[in-house]
């Protein structure tokens, strides 16, 4: 049996085309599919049903994280490890400790943020089935695609393909996985 | 019933008949998505241009006088620069803070202007927040090599050694250590996040036009973006986060440099208008630096469909709000010396309005108060040419700011027996003059291998990238 393919990718000229045709393709009921677009369409993650993203959760936890690094790291280092007197200052205090612990907050925060996103999308991923279509530079550029996959429950080579079509999607093709 | 009240146009619209005020383009000429990416990535693919290599090996040289005073200094020690007592702070600070502040508009237009939603800082927030990672990079180089042994710089940061004595985080020049580094770390983490979509659209191309060596290069930093929207939710939701803790980062990192002063019990630097005056100067000169980088580079690559008129009013106006924010600065810090009523600080101000560096002080009002106040004219922020003159004079202003504060409250502070008078030695001269030679590299090496405008997010801001067909549905 020959590999099954990866699934049926539609071109579409317009953002506005793109978006009506998600609408449709969200309300067929497809789970794993996606828009390939140049730049975030505004509004699109309500067309496909895409729930707010997660992201937040790992910057609050990079963030909280920072925060208690940069005082329990002043803590340790001024008043435990080697206690130092300067002009009877007390050893420790969150005061003076503060503006440290506040850039390591944000500097946590922005190192979960970026990670958190990442591994989110599944990136690093140099290879990918979407990138071997022949027109791919193009949504890049100025292009819209909808791919649907074939491990969806719904997916139906002949039935998918007519959904595409009514869609308004052009030139739909198989991708090889 | 409330809502048909809300959309029915009151009836005095009809009487004093308002006129229509549309929104101002940020693309003009209809610019199609294709047009965007070739303009953009054209700059990259096309052939190296004869300005490039002209500017490039006069930056090389310029930027050599930096190595070369440095190497001079580490060969023989800290005292080849003019400091000593009592003013033993002076040009390495100026200029450390001097950069630092140019960063900060960079952050500003990427971070705090995308929180305000002012949609026309996309097409000038790269080349800004490549700007402040360059100018970072000039600033570390002085306190850096401020230390006189610069190879033991690393005690700066907590790493433990053999002297088992750990810093002293009461003091704020450790604060800045953690400011700076933060700061410049995150604004390379920024500056990457929006390059990725814009490194893909390179890999694409150069890969459809068979350059695979190139593509690899481009395709490696663009970790396989292939502009899922799936991803796009979660990109933008980073980016988001991004630019909401890098505004208080921004205004943090300034506070924390003027804590270096204020913190201080020195004549003229003790105030608690410390924070924002340098917050509010660090973005004027900031905004300074970014009209004097972008206005040029706006004629060589006929950018004024993306950089417009509109664009260069508000940098105009940003400056001239900052402007007077800082003179505003200046003269309370004169009122509250009279009204404290302490001789020490009362002289200090005096001192520097009259005293031996009044040439300085007065290079600073002038080209700090007077010169953005040219900017109020719709004529002067028209004549692109006048604007860029402008905007240096804007950028010697805040050099001499710092100049003010930093030598005039050092070289007379309580102890007249202790007073004396600075100047720069030519090794100090030389290092900072060469900075710009390193800023100018390092941007001109971006504006070469990398996408100066994001494409994607320019793209976005276009009419036909609304969904909606225009209509305002908010």
């Known amino acids: ?177 | 019933m409330a809502t048909s009240a809300d959309h029915a146009a009151p009836a005095i619209l009809n009487e004093v008949n308002p006129p229509e005020l549309p929104r101002a383009v940020l693309v003009e000429n209809n610019r199609s998505f294709t047009w965007i990416t070739d303009k953009i990535c054209g700059i990259i693919e096309g052939k190296t241009p004869a300005w490039w290599w002209v500017c490039f090996i006069v930056a090389c040289f310029v930027a050599s006088f930096t190595v070369a005073g440095i190497t001079y200094l580490v060969a023989t020690g800290v005292g080849v620069w003019g400091h000593a007592n009592p003013v033993n702070w002076a040009w390495d600070i100026v200029n450390f803070v001097f950069w630092i502040g140019i960063g900060h508009a960079g952050t500003l237009i990427s971070a705090i202007l995308c929180l305000l939603r002012q949609k026309w800082r996309t097409s000038i927030n790269r080349a800004a927040e490549a700007m402040t990672i360059f100018a970072v990079v000039c600033a570390g180089i002085f306190p850096v090599f401020h230390v006189g042994r610069v190879w033991f710089a690393w005690y700066l940061f907590p790493i433990p050694n053999s002297n088992y004595v750990w810093q002293n985080f009461r003091s704020p020049l450790e604060w800045d250590v953690f400011a700076v580094s933060t700061y410049g770390t995150v604004s390379v983490l920024f500056w990457y996040v929006g390059l990725i979509p814009d490194l893909a659209t390179l890999r694409d191309r150069f890969m459809a036009a068979g350059n695979k060596l190139r593509a690899t290069i481009y395709g490696f930093f663009a970790m396989g973006w292939r502009g899922s929207n799936r991803h796009w939710s979660n990109y933008e939701m980073a980016y988001l986060i991004l630019a909401g803790i890098s505004t208080p980062l921004v205004l943090s990192v300034h506070t924390i440099v003027s804590f270096d002063f204020a913190v201080s019990l020195i004549p003229g630097w003790h105030t608690t208008i410390f924070p924002p005056y340098f917050v509010a100067g660090a973005i004027f000169s900031g905004f300074g630096m970014v009209l004097t980088l972008m206005l040029p580079l706006r004629a060589i690559y006929k950018l004024e469909d993306l950089i417009t008129q509109y664009h260069i009013d508000c940098m105009c106006k940003i400056t001239l709000a900052t402007g007077t924010m800082v003179g505003y600065a200046y003269a309370m810090e004169f009122f509250i010396a009279w009204y404290g009523a302490n001789p020490y600080e009362g002289f200090a101000f005096i001192n520097r309005a009259f005293g031996p560096y009044a040439w300085a002080y007065w290079t600073m009002i002038t080209c700090n108060v007077i010169t953005p106040q040219f900017f109020w004219f719709k004529k002067v922020r028209q004549n692109t040419a006048l604007v860029w003159i402008l905007s240096i004079f804007v950028n010697v202003g805040m050099w001499f700011e710092r100049f003010v504060i930093i030598v005039t409250s050092l070289a007379r502070d309580f102890l007249p027996s202790s007073w004396g008078y600075y100047s720069p030695s030519i090794v100090e001269i030389f290092t900072f003059f060469g900075t710009f030679g390193v800023f100018s590299v390092l941007f001109l090496l971006f504006i070469r291998f990398l996408p100066i405008m994001p494409m994607a997010e320019l793209k976005a801001v276009t009419p036909q990238a609304d969904v909606h067909g225009g209509e305002n549905h908010h």
């Open chain 1, 1 to 177: 049996m020959a590999a099954q393919p990866h699934g049926l990718i539609a071109t579409f000229e317009t953002a506005p085309e793109v978006y009506h045709a998600a609408e449709k393709v969200r309300d067929a009921g497809y789970k794993f599919w996606d828009c390939i677009t140049p730049f975030p369409i505004h509004g699109l993650d309500k067309a496909m049903g895409v729930k707010r993203s997660n992201v937040p959760k790992f910057s609050l936890t990079g963030g909280i994280i920072g925060f208690c690094t940069g005082m329990s790291m002043i803590w340790f280092m001024n008043a435990f490890d080697y206690p130092l007197v300067v002009g009877g200052k007390p050893y420790f205090s969150p005061m003076f400790a503060f503006p440290v612990s506040y850039e390591l907050t944000i500097l946590f925060c922005a190192f979960a943020t970026i990670g958190g996103m990442f591994f989110l999308n599944r990136l690093p991923m140099h290879y990918h089935p979407v990138l071997k279509h022949d027109t791919i530079h193009r949504g890049m550029d100025d292009q819209f695609f909808i791919v649907i996959e074939t491990r969806d429950p719904k997916f139906d080579a002949a039935r998918t393909r007519a959904l595409l079509e009514k869609a308004g999607g052009k030139d739909i093709k198989e991708l090889e996985a």
